[in-house]
């Protein structure tokens, strides 16, 4: 049973049509918090399609008296094997000791108690929620139901006054991009192998990774394949660095979104040769400033390699966690 809302307010699901209200309620958010607005219309429109994503089961909306949408939350359940559900929620800061913070979580958690009979018999399920360190607010809200902070991530940044220092490449090594080889299958199995080692890792069919991955290059209008940039030992993908022009948050800031390194090819210089390669080709086109977004405690050492190249902690976020069923953690917690 859902916390009560105020007199005169309203919960529905959300439609398409809710797209630029959300937008603006979460960039409003946003800029309070850090400055910037994180959002764009068209991302959300395309995360909102995003494959086995269902707005009237998987996204809430509060409204106040006169239909001014004041909060909202959706759960993530998308992927086998059901066993890591994610929320996120957000709230108009002058309706904060309202009740729809309290409403919003247990409509969240609610949802993803779904996921439970799907999981595997004797698994573990938990329910997260990211949220930003400046976000005192929700960090308590969350704590209030039952929430533990487990992790913490860092976005680390690189200013790029100067060219940045070229690559120094393993022997053997030869580079491409995913436009000279767009093989997509072999190369989400090859990231999947890469970040096997990496905290929270749980393996999903990989059609099910495919099928959201070209939903979202499809609709996606800085995806370049062009900044794809995988370093191969003759036909196997030995590491990958995927790159956008931009990011969300800053147009001036080009970001690293995955740079991952293959065990057999780990400790080789090849992690540090991708990084410094990326930040040449984004400085090549302009780009004088790069993000990337990593595990603060990093179990296969990654924020060591990041600061090696010069990059450095811009601010942090926080995962919370609340078990929803105990069991067999099917994550990775550790590298052996």
């Given at each position: 049973m859902n916390a009560p809302l105020p007199d005169g307010f309203t919960a529905r699901s959300m439609t398409l049509d809710d797209i630029p209200a959300v937008v603006a309620l979460s960039n409003a958010h946003s800029r309070q918090l850090i400055g910037v607005e994180s959002l764009t219309e068209k991302r959300l429109h395309t995360q909102c399609q995003m494959p086995g994503f269902d707005l009237k089961t998987d996204m809430c909306l509060v409204l106040n008296q006169t239909g001014e949408l004041v909060g909202g939350a959706y759960v993530f359940d998308l992927a086998e094997p059901h066993v890591q559900v994610r929320c996120e929620s957000i709230i108009n800061s002058d309706y904060s000791d309202q009740g729809i913070g309290n409403y919003l979580l247990e409509w969240a958690e609610e949802r993803a108690r779904q996921a439970i009979p799907?999981?595997?018999?004797?698994?573990?399920?938990?329910?997260?929620?990211?949220?930003?360190?400046?976000?005192?607010?929700?960090q308590d809200l969350l704590s209030q139901h039952g929430f533990v902070s487990i992790r913490h991530f860092w976005q680390m940044v690189i200013d790029l006054e100067l060219p940045p220092a070229s690559p120094t490449w393993p022997n053997g090594i030869t580079l491409c991009t995913f436009a000279d080889r767009p093989d997509d299958h072999a190369l989400a199995l090859a990231i999947r192998d890469a970040f096997k080692d990496?905290?929270?890792?749980?393996?999903s069919p990989i059609e099910e990774e495919l099928e959201r991955w070209r939903h979202q290059t499809a609709h996606?209008?800085?995806?370049?394949?062009?900044?794809w940039f995988l370093a191969m030992e003759g036909k196997e993908i030995a590491g990958v660095s995927m790159c956008?022009?931009?990011?969300?948050?800053?147009?001036?800031?080009?970001?690293?979104?995955?740079?991952g390194v293959r065990r057999p090819w780990r400790r080789k210089g090849l992690g540090l040769a991708l990084l410094h390669h990326s930040f040449d080709a984004l400085y090549c086109r302009g780009v004088h400033k790069v993000g990337l977004d990593v595990d603060a405690t990093s179990l296969t050492g990654a924020t060591r390699l990041y600061e090696k190249a010069g990059m450095h902690v811009n601010r942090q976020s926080h995962a919370y966690e609340k078990e929803l069923r105990a069991g067999k953690d099917l994550s990775t917690q550790s590298v052996g």
């Open positions: 799907k999981a595997p018999e004797g698994a573990r399920v938990v329910l997260t929620h990211g949220v930003l360190e400046q976000d005192k607010s929700t990496h905290w929270g890792y749980v393996e996606d209008p800085d995806f370049d394949p062009s900044l956008w022009p931009k990011s969300h948050e800053d147009p001036k800031m080009g970001y690293v979104g995955v740079l």
